[in-house]
């Protein structure tokens, strides 16, 4: 990759990614192309080989920019979240606004959810993508464990793979049905395994 080293390339170079991600977003991998990210970004077209080594390189910049601003959002939450004991659909509303995402009037939450399951998939055939996702992942988990401590719950590492397993099989499984509802289908499975999967602290 060629480097940009003054403020203006960086600002190109950032605007590419900015673009890209979007691009991922509304279209998934296949809308991330030289030309349309060049586009989007309104800049010319050779300025996306001159600022990055190759379209993979970009693509995977992409990925990491999408998870951290759903992680960003998923920090502030957490963050203002006040340390009490809360009985388990409290919890389980939590989980589910966190890992699922909160109830929309639009279909952003939905395209983002798509795009969070296009990336674990890509990540498994592209081996540029997958320390992306570990990075993004480990994160994520911590975040849902903050989110179990704060509820006064015990956080077991194994247990709490458990959770986030159950998670993804019933989200990608609610995202391939007509008329899915991710969030319902996940609360009502989750209130039947919190308790043993994250049990309450008794002192």
């Known amino acids: 990759m060629t480097s940009a080293p003054t403020p203006k390339g960086e600002r190109r170079r950032q605007a590419?990614?900015?673009?890209?991600?979007?691009?991922?977003?509304?279209?998934?991998?296949?809308?991330?192309?030289h030309r349309?990210?060049?586009?989007?970004?309104?800049?010319?077209?050779?300025?996306?080989?001159?600022?990055?080594?190759?379209l993979d390189e970009?693509?995977?910049?992409?990925?990491?920019?999408?998870?951290?601003?759903?992680?960003?959002?998923?920090?502030?939450r957490v963050d203002g979240l006040p340390q009490r004991r809360?009985?388990?659909?409290?919890?389980v509303d939590l989980i589910v606004?966190?890992?699922?995402?909160?109830?929309?009037?639009?279909?952003?939450?939905?395209?983002?959810?798509?795009?969070?399951?296009?990336?674990?998939?890509?990540?498994?055939?592209?081996?540029?993508?997958?320390?992306?996702?570990?990075?993004?992942?480990?994160?994520?988990?911590?975040?849902?464990?903050?989110?179990?401590r704060r509820s006064s719950r015990i956080v077991w590492e194994t247990r709490l793979r458990r959770l986030v397993a159950v998670v993804d099989g019933v989200v990608v499984g609610a995202l391939s049905e007509v008329d899915p509802d991710p969030r319902a289908m996940v609360r009502a499975m989750l209130l039947d395994l919190i308790d043993d999967l994250a049990p309450s602290r008794m002192h």
Not at 23 to 32: P, R
Not at 36 to 54: I, K, N, W
């Open 97 to 148: 606004e966190l890992l699922v995402g909160p109830e929309e009037v639009d279909d952003g939450g939905r395209e983002r959810l798509i795009a969070r399951y296009e990336r674990f998939l890509a990540s498994a055939r592209h081996p540029e993508l997958r320390d992306v996702q570990l990075r993004l992942r480990a994160q994520l988990d911590d975040l849902l464990a903050e989110v179990l």
């Open 58 to 76: 970009l693509v995977a910049l992409a990925v990491e920019h999408n998870g951290n601003r759903e992680l960003d959002t998923m920090r502030e």
């Open 36 to 54: 349309a990210v060049a586009s989007r970004a309104d800049l010319p077209l050779a300025s996306t080989t001159y600022y990055f080594g190759s």
């Open 16 to 33: 590419l990614v900015t673009a890209a991600a979007d691009l991922l977003l509304e279209g998934g991998f296949d809308a991330v192309r």
């Open 86 to 91: 809360r009985g388990g659909e409290a919890t």
